[in-house]
Structure formats: structure tokens, C-alpha cells
């Protein structure tokens, strides 16, 4: 559709309507889609410098920035605004990045920046797929080179069925969550988390999404002969030919002997020699040159990996000699911390992550303040990547999107294995700390928290492994590598990450560096790893066969019950004074959710018990005809006022104090005597009336001597 300048396209995606739009709003950006998807919206835009710069890298950001006011929420907090970006945010930003990232031309350097503003949310309606559309269509419509579009959604499976973007009911029932992205003619990038399904059905599942995806590519192809502008002219980095002949004639021989050197750090030593020696002779040959000094760099690095890719793809020859489908040597122990809840240490080659699992209270749960309909989470999972992992002295910074997004991973493999809260009312976090780093961290610290969650006694439902496959692809040669390390990842086409049990997959992420792979490399890469994570699986077991009987002594041991829910007030109290006082006498830490179940959790068993018994005590109802032993609480004219259960008294009437004529109350009792009293009557008013009388009949004792003090 056309009104003026601006332009709209329209389709059905998955029964609600996708609308992109764009020529009303942002119109100083080099490219801006507005799209509504349902009833979320969401405006994308791209920025383009129109001169590249001086760098080795591509310098593209994307931004998923979230507003609260999309869901009709304002910020908490003293500040009331929008701060640093949440985890979840960090998260849609790498899902958009990953799969255009690659489609950008070879040698492009001009900066490229990409914000997706979330500006309205149906939760029915993912708001990261909406970005992902909006911003291949922002790029595509716009002057900035890129070889798409590319088409993103979600796939989920109900009852045996696909479904393609589920609704939030839908996603309660489904046992696949898999977002996939690619362009019509192959995939870019999978990411997905499952209840231990076989790798043929997730095969099944991202090849129904990619079909769904060449619809939403052919839409963007219509707006983008509505609306698209000529792409800029560009200067792409290309290497000066006479540098790159000079260069491989002095170098190559020596730095492919280097490569074939097995062992990390030597192969890493003698390769660093070779460059110094070779830019230090280039340095007097090219002297005041610095551009063609920058080359000699490049060419040493793409020597290197040209021969890397050719031993891989032709010679069928690895870096450290493994073969194709070997894994590195594993070892596996547990219990290496004794103070924390439980511990697992995984090694595999030079990669080594140590995971620790601390057990808290429900109320240790984290609050999230997002956009999203779940507002709290008991299960974390953290990823930290110290420098010392790769033998380097930089800096110590908070977590980077890397490892906010490693974590996640982790997290997703885990969470699928991780009891109910019904079956065990805890808190849980992991910490996985990379201690070795030589390729695939992310799923090394999936064994390690894996093993340390069994050291702490969770009951998971089945232990789960990590495996990374790799890609090496040279024009009709190809080779699938299982467990890839870290010169195979960092020049290679593929990271193929791959977590399950021995009955299935619990995560899957994919990215791709090329432009896309077919269903025979992802079938072949997905029974690759499978091989891989068996293997795993049985070094993982001999380690710790099955999750510890018995929580660690230090960890919270949590006592749960049910009280009537219009008990929660009198527990609680009036501005938290009983709940406080029972938490000051016990040392306990008390949770009440709204259904009534209280959780008390102490590392003192007795404390918990004795905190039991104070909650029992304040919700036990009186019962008519019930005897109770209370405490006289005052006395007055006409009676005594006894406690006969926490916070609850009843009248003991003058007349009802003994069996003989009393004159004064004092005579009988004293305020803190103890003495034991039946409920004779509740009125309407919810009074209680008590007789010590009737007591001392039915016992066939005398009028005053029947009194109990404190103490006694």
C-alpha cells in the first residue's frame, strides 16, 4: 500500500497480522521500518557513516531497547527511567546480530549502528521477532549494502504438532522453543531450548520454520521494490596485491609448519615468532607505509587460516592431530569446594570450567522488571570468563554479552532437568567459572553445573551434557569437526553448540559466518553430536553416578506447609510485627506465597521446627469444647483473659473460675498463671468463653488449688 511517501506492506504470520511501514517516522535514518505484529510494535532503524573506518574488524551494533511503557509499567527504582539494558534485552540483541552479521559485504568497515525501540508489546506477539523482521527490512529498504533479507520466527510443538510463533498459552504446553533465522535459501542461525527432544524432530522443527521464513523474506522482497533506496557506493578493504605476493613468498612455508604444531601454546609461540620476524622485515621494506604494514599483518593471519581450513577441509587433518569426530581428554571430579552447596569440575583438553550451585529460599529468587508476563526466577545460571582462562593481564569487567549470553545457554540446557518447585522448594543458582579457555567454555560449564547441581543433592530429572561442533566449508568440500577448540572456532564457518540428555536435546545454538547452511550438514552436524554428547556423558557419570541422597550440612534445609490463606495476616501481623518476632526468636527465613504455603528455611532443622510450631499455634482455630492449656494474661473484676493459643484469648468469668464461690478474681489467679480452661461458647462477635469450672468438675478436683503458675 502507498499514501504519499509512505509505503506499506502486509502479510498473515502464523493467524495475526504483520504490517511494515516506513517514510513516516525516523526519516533522517538511513533506513526505518515501523512494524506492528498484532499489537506489538516495534521501530527499527538503521545508521550508516558514509566513510569507513580504520579498522580490522566491522564495526556493526545492535541495539534491543526495551521501554516499559510498551506493557504499561513504569520503572522501579528512585531514578523512575529506562537504565543499562536487561539480561533479556542483551539476549534479543544477539538474536538479531547473529544472523545478519555475516551478510554484510567481506571488507566493509563503515560503522553500522541498529536500534530496535520496543514501543508497544502483545505478549502474544513476540517482540523479538518483530525486531529481527523490522530490522532486515530497515537494512533492506535502506542505501547500506547487505545481502538479505532474512526471515526470523519462533517454532514450538503442541501435541506432535509445529506451531510457528506460539501464543503464550501454547508456549505453557509446548516442549520445543525454537527460534530460527536465514534467508530463502538456507539457515543463519538457530537458537532454541527443549524438553529432551530426539535431534530428528529439531531437524523437523527448524526445517518448518525456514519455510515460514521464505514468506516473510518474499514480503520484505515487495517492500523493498516499494520502498528501497540504491545501495551506497562503498570502499571495501581489500589487501594491496603486491603486499599479499611478498608477504606469502617470505612467510607461508614456515607459518604451515607452524600450524601443524599440536600442542596451544607452542603452535601459538611459533606462530607469533613468525609474524614478529616478518613484520619486522617488512617493516624496513615498507618503511613510513603504514597501510601496506597493516596488510603484512593481514596476509599473515589469512596464511594461517587458508592452511588451517585446507588441512581441515582436504587432508582431513586437525590442528592438534585429533581426528575429524574425536573429543579432547576429559576429566571430571566433584565436591572440590567443601563450604559451598555443591561443586563440579570439568576438563576437556585446555578448556576447564569450575561450577558451583548454592541452594537459597524461595525469597533468593531473582525479580525481573521486564517486559514479559514472569515477573521472578529460581533457577540462574552465570558465566563468568576471567582473562587469566586465555593467559592474558587485561582489565576485570562486569559480565559482556558474551557471557551474559553463555550463561543463558547454560541455562536453557539446564532449566528443562531442574525440579519443580513442588518437589524441591529451593532457590538455585550456578556459577560457572572458566578457568582454561581453548574453545567451547559455554558447554564445558553445562557438564560442569550439571555435575555440581548433583554434588547438592537437586533431584534433576536426568544429567545433561555440551558438546560444540564446527563447520569448515571450501567450495565443494566440507568437513563437520565435534568438539572444536579455539583456532577451529575462530576460523571456522560454524559454532554448533548442542546440550541434551541420553534421551534428547535441551538446547541448541547455532551460528553461522558463510550465508547459510543446508539440511544435510545440519542432520549430519546434529547425529555428530549426539555421538559427541554420549561420550560425555559417561565421563560425567563415573565421576558422580547419580544426585547425592543428602544436602551439603551447610546448605538451607526448608520446611513447607499449608495455612489457611486468610491466616496469612494473622501470621504476618500488623506492619510485619509477628512474622518479624518469629523470625528474631528462630533465626528462620519465612516465605508466604499467596495460596497459603509458608516455606521455612534455616541450616538449623530445630529452628525450622520450632518456627512451625509458632506459625501452627497462631493459625490454629479454637475449637468449642476443645481443652487448653493458657496463659492469664489480665485480670480483672468480673474474670481473667487467658491465651490459650498465640494472639487469641478468651474470658474465664468470675463465676466460672472454680466450683465454689470466688470474691475476688486475685483469689483464683494471677496474671502469667498458667491453668487449664475448656472453650464453653464463640459468640457472633467471635468471643470466646472459657470455664476453669468445668474443667476441675470433670476432673473431680477441688475450687483453688487447681492453679498452675509459670514455672511450676
Given at each position: 500500500?502507498?499514501s504519499?511517501?509512505v509505503?506499506?506492506?502486509?502479510?498473515?504470520?502464523?493467524?495475526?497480522?504483520?504490517?511494515?511501514?516506513t517514510?513516516r517516522?525516523?526519516?533522517?535514518?538511513?533506513?526505518?521500518?515501523?512494524?506492528?505484529?498484532?499489537?506489538?510494535?516495534?521501530?527499527?532503524?538503521?545508521?550508516?557513516?558514509?566513510?569507513?573506518?580504520?579498522?580490522?574488524?566491522?564495526?556493526?551494533?545492535?541495539?534491543?531497547?526495551?521501554?516499559?511503557?510498551?506493557?504499561?509499567?513504569?520503572?522501579?527504582?528512585?531514578?523512575?527511567?529506562?537504565?543499562?539494558?536487561?539480561?533479556?534485552?542483551?539476549?534479543?540483541?544477539?538474536?538479531?546480530?547473529?544472523?545478519?552479521?555475516?551478510?554484510?559485504?567481506?571488507g566493509?568497515?563503515?560503522?553500522?549502528?541498529?536500534?530496535?525501540?520496543?514501543?508497544?508489546?502483545?505478549?502474544?506477539?513476540?517482540?523479538?521477532?518483530?525486531a529481527?523482521?523490522?530490522?532486515?527490512?530497515?537494512?533492506?529498504?535502506?542505501?547500506?549494502?547487505?545481502?538479505?533479507?532474512?526471515?526470523?520466527?519462533?517454532?514450538?510443538?503442541?501435541?506432535?504438532?509445529?506451531?510457528?510463533?506460539?501464543?503464550?498459552?501454547?508456549?505453557?504446553?509446548?516442549?520445543?522453543?525454537?527460534?530460527?533465522?536465514?534467508?530463502k535459501?538456507?539457515?543463519?542461525?538457530?537458537?532454541?531450548?527443549?524438553?529432551?527432544?530426539?535431534?530428528?524432530?529439531m531437524?523437523?522443527?527448524?526445517?518448518?520454520?525456514?519455510?515460514?521464513?521464505?514468506?516473510?523474506?518474499?514480503?520484505?522482497?515487495?517492500?523493498?521494490?516499494?520502498?528501497?533506496?540504491?545501495?551506497?557506493?562503498?570502499?571495501?578493504?581489500?589487501?594491496?596485491?603486491?603486499?599479499?605476493?611478498?608477504?606469502?613468498a617470505?612467510?607461508?612455508?614456515?607459518?604451515?609448519?607452524?600450524?601443524?604444531?599440536?600442542?596451544?601454546?607452542e603452535?601459538s609461540?611459533?606462530?607469533?615468532?613468525?609474524?614478529?620476524?616478518?613484520?619486522?622485515?617488512?617493516?624496513?621494506?615498507?618503511?613510513?607505509?603504514?597501510?601496506?604494514?597493516?596488510?603484512?599483518?593481514?596476509?599473515?593471519?589469512?596464511i594461517?587460516?587458508?592452511?588451517?581450513?585446507?588441512?581441515?577441509?582436504?587432508?582431513?587433518?586437525?590442528?592438534?592431530?585429533?581426528k575429524?569426530?574425536?573429543?579432547?581428554?576429559?576429566?571430571?571430579?566433584?565436591?572440590?569446594?567443601?563450604?559451598?552447596?555443591?561443586?563440579?569440575?570439568?576438563?576437556?583438553?585446555?578448556?576447564?570450567?569450575?561450577?558451583?550451585?548454592?541452594?537459597?529460599?524461595?525469597?533468593?529468587?531473582?525479580?525481573?522488571d521486564?517486559?514479559?508476563?514472569?515477573?521472578?526466577?529460581?533457577?540462574?545460571?552465570?558465566?563468568?570468563?576471567?582473562?587469566?582462562s586465555?593467559?592474558?593481564?587485561?582489565p576485570?569487567?562486569?559480565?559482556?554479552?558474551?557471557?551474559?549470553?553463555?550463561?543463558?545457554?547454560?541455562?536453557?540446557a539446564?532449566?528443562?532437568?531442574?525440579?519443580?518447585?513442588?518437589?524441591?522448594?529451593?532457590?538455585?543458582?550456578?556459577?560457572?567459572?572458566?578457568?582454561?579457555?581453548?574453545?567451547?567454555?559455554?558447554?564445558?560449564?553445562?557438564?560442569?553445573?550439571?555435575?555440581?547441581?548433583?554434588?547438592?543433592?537437586?533431584?534433576?530429572?536426568?544429567?545433561?551434557?555440551?558438546?560444540?561442533?564446527?563447520?569448515?566449508?571450501?567450495?565443494?568440500?566440507?568437513?563437520?569437526?565435534?568438539?572444536?577448540?579455539?583456532?577451529?572456532?575462530?576460523?571456522?564457518?560454524?559454532?554448533?553448540?548442542?546440550?541434551?540428555?541420553a534421551?534428547?536435546v535441551?538446547?541448541?545454538?547455532?551460528?553461522?559466518k558463510?550465508?547459510?547452511?543446508?539440511r544435510?550438514?545440519?542432520?549430519?552436524?546434529?547425529?555428530?553430536?549426539?555421538?559427541?554428547?554420549?561420550?560425555?556423558?559417561?565421563?560425567?557419570?563415573?565421576?558422580?553416578?547419580?544426585?547425592?541422597?543428602q544436602?551439603?550440612?551447610?546448605?538451607?534445609?526448608?520446611?513447607?506447609?499449608?495455612?489457611?490463606?486468610?491466616?496469612?495476616?494473622?501470621?504476618?501481623?500488623?506492619?510485619?510485627?509477628?512474622?518479624?518476632?518469629?523470625?528474631?526468636?528462630?533465626?528462620?527465613?519465612?516465605?508466604?506465597?499467596?495460596?497459603?504455603?509458608?516455606?521455612?528455611?534455616?541450616?538449623?532443622?530445630?529452628?525450622?521446627?520450632?518456627?512451625?510450631?509458632?506459625?501452627?499455634?497462631i493459625?490454629?482455630?479454637?475449637?468449642?469444647?476443645?481443652?487448653y492449656?493458657?496463659?492469664?494474661?489480665?485480670?480483672?473484676?468480673?474474670?481473667?483473659?487467658?491465651?490459650?493459643?498465640?494472639?487469641?484469648?478468651?474470658?474465664?468469668?468470675?463465676?466460672?473460675?472454680?466450683?465454689?464461690?470466688?470474691?475476688?478474681?486475685?483469689?483464683?489467679?494471677?496474671?502469667?498463671?498458667?491453668?487449664?480452661?475448656?472453650?464453653?461458647?464463640?459468640?457472633?462477635?467471635?468471643?470466646?468463653?472459657?470455664?476453669?469450672?468445668?474443667?476441675?468438675?470433670?476432673?473431680?478436683?477441688?475450687?483453688?488449688?487447681?492453679k498452675?503458675?509459670?514455672?511450676?
Amino acid at each position: 500500500m502507498e499514501s504519499g511517501n509512505v509505503k506499506q506492506v502486509k502479510m498473515d504470520l502464523a493467524g495475526r497480522p504483520l504490517t511494515l511501514e516506513t517514510g513516516r517516522l525516523a526519516k533522517q535514518a538511513n533506513g526505518a521500518v515501523f512494524v506492528r505484529y498484532g499489537e506489538t510494535v516495534v521501530l527499527s532503524t538503521v545508521t550508516a557513516s558514509t566513510e569507513p573506518k580504520d579498522l580490522d574488524f566491522f564495526p556493526l551494533t545492535v541495539n534491543y531497547e526495551e521501554r516499559l511503557y510498551s506493557v504499561g509499567k513504569i520503572p522501579g527504582g528512585f531514578i523512575k527511567r529506562e537504565g543499562r539494558p536487561s539480561e533479556k534485552a542483551i539476549l534479543a540483541s544477539r538474536l538479531t546480530d547473529r544472523p545478519i552479521r555475516p551478510l554484510f559485504p567481506e571488507g566493509f568497515r563503515n560503522d553500522v549502528q541498529i536500534v530496535s525501540l520496543v514501543m508497544s508489546v502483545d505478549q502474544d506477539c513476540s517482540p523479538e521477532i518483530a525486531a529481527m523482521i523490522g530490522t532486515s527490512a530497515a537494512l533492506a529498504i535502506s542505501d547500506v549494502p547487505f545481502d538479505g533479507p532474512i526471515g526470523g520466527v519462533i517454532v514450538g510443538r503442541v501435541d506432535g504438532q509445529f506451531i510457528i510463533n506460539p501464543t503464550v498459552e501454547q508456549e505453557d504446553k509446548s516442549d520445543i522453543y525454537l527460534v530460527v533465522a536465514g534467508t530463502k535459501d538456507a539457515i543463519m542461525m538457530v537458537e532454541a531450548e527443549a524438553n529432551e527432544v530426539p535431534e530428528e524432530d529439531m531437524l523437523e522443527a527448524i526445517m518448518f520454520g525456514h519455510e515460514e521464513i521464505k514468506k516473510i523474506v518474499a514480503l520484505q522482497e515487495e517492500f523493498v521494490g516499494l520502498a528501497g533506496r540504491e545501495k551506497m557506493e562503498v570502499k571495501l578493504h581489500q589487501v594491496d596485491a603486491e603486499v599479499n605476493a611478498a608477504v606469502r613468498a617470505y612467510a607461508s612455508e614456515r607459518l604451515i609448519a607452524a600450524v601443524k604444531i599440536q600442542e596451544k601454546h607452542e603452535r601459538s609461540d611459533a606462530i607469533s615468532a613468525i609474524n614478529e620476524e616478518t613484520t619486522a622485515h617488512f617493516a624496513d621494506v615498507y618503511a613510513g607505509d603504514a597501510a601496506k604494514l597493516k596488510d603484512v599483518k593481514e596476509v599473515l593471519y589469512d596464511i594461517v587460516k587458508e592452511e588451517v581450513r585446507r588441512l581441515i577441509t582436504v587432508d582431513k587433518v586437525r590442528p592438534d592431530g585429533r581426528k575429524i569426530d574425536e573429543i579432547r581428554p576429559i576429566d571430571c571430579d566433584v565436591a572440590i569446594l567443601p563450604r559451598t552447596h555443591g561443586s563440579g569440575l570439568f576438563t576437556r583438553g585446555q578448556t576447564q570450567a569450575l561450577s558451583v550451585c548454592t541452594l537459597g529460599a524461595l525469597g533468593d529468587e531473582q525479580i525481573l522488571d521486564g517486559l514479559d508476563l514472569e515477573d521472578r526466577k529460581r533457577f540462574m545460571h552465570h558465566y563468568n570468563f576471567p582473562p587469566f582462562s586465555v593467559g592474558e593481564a587485561r582489565p576485570l569487567r562486569p559480565p559482556g554479552r558474551r557471557e551474559i549470553g553463555h550463561g543463558a545457554l547454560g541455562e536453557r540446557a539446564l532449566s528443562k532437568v531442574i525440579p519443580s518447585e513442588e518437589k524441591f522448594p529451593y532457590t538455585i543458582r550456578l556459577v560457572s567459572e572458566c578457568l582454561e579457555s581453548n574453545g567451547s567454555t559455554s558447554q564445558a560449564s553445562i557438564c560442569a553445573s550439571t555435575m555440581a547441581l548433583m554434588d547438592a543433592g537437586v533431584p534433576i530429572k536426568a544429567p545433561v551434557a555440551g558438546i560444540a561442533m564446527g563447520l569448515i566449508k571450501n567450495d565443494e568440500h566440507y568437513t563437520v569437526l565435534t568438539d572444536i577448540q579455539g583456532m577451529e572456532d575462530h576460523l571456522g564457518d560454524m559454532d554448533f553448540k548442542v546440550a541434551g540428555t541420553a534421551e534428547g536435546v535441551t538446547a541448541i545454538q547455532m551460528d553461522i559466518k558463510i550465508d547459510g547452511i543446508n539440511r544435510s550438514i545440519l542432520s549430519e552436524a546434529l547425529a555428530q553430536a549426539k555421538e559427541g554428547r554420549m561420550f560425555i556423558l559417561n565421563k560425567m557419570l563415573a565421576a558422580i553416578s547419580e544426585p547425592r541422597k543428602q544436602l551439603s550440612p551447610y546448605a538451607p534445609k526448608i520446611t513447607v506447609m499449608q495455612i489457611n490463606p486468610d491466616k496469612i495476616r494473622d501470621v504476618i501481623g500488623a506492619g510485619g510485627k509477628v512474622i518479624n518476632k518469629i523470625i528474631e526468636e528462630t533465626g528462620v527465613k519465612i516465605d508466604i506465597e499467596q495460596d497459603g504455603r509458608v516455606f521455612i528455611a534455616s541450616p538449623n532443622a530445630e529452628a525450622n521446627d520450632k518456627a512451625k510450631a509458632i506459625i501452627e499455634g497462631i493459625v490454629k482455630e479454637v475449637v468449642v469444647g476443645e481443652i487448653y492449656l493458657g496463659k492469664v494474661k489480665r485480670v480483672e473484676k468480673f474474670g481473667a483473659f487467658v491465651e490459650i493459643l498465640p494472639g487469641k484469648e478468651g474470658l474465664v468469668h468470675i463465676s466460672q473460675l472454680s466450683t465454689e464461690r470466688v470474691a475476688k478474681t486475685e483469689d483464683v489467679v494471677a496474671i502469667g498463671d498458667s491453668i487449664t480452661v475448656k472453650v464453653t461458647e464463640i459468640d457472633q462477635q467471635g468471643r470466646v468463653n472459657l470455664s476453669r469450672k468445668a474443667v476441675l468438675v470433670a476432673e473431680g478436683g477441688a475450687a483453688s488449688d487447681g492453679k498452675t503458675t509459670v514455672g511450676q
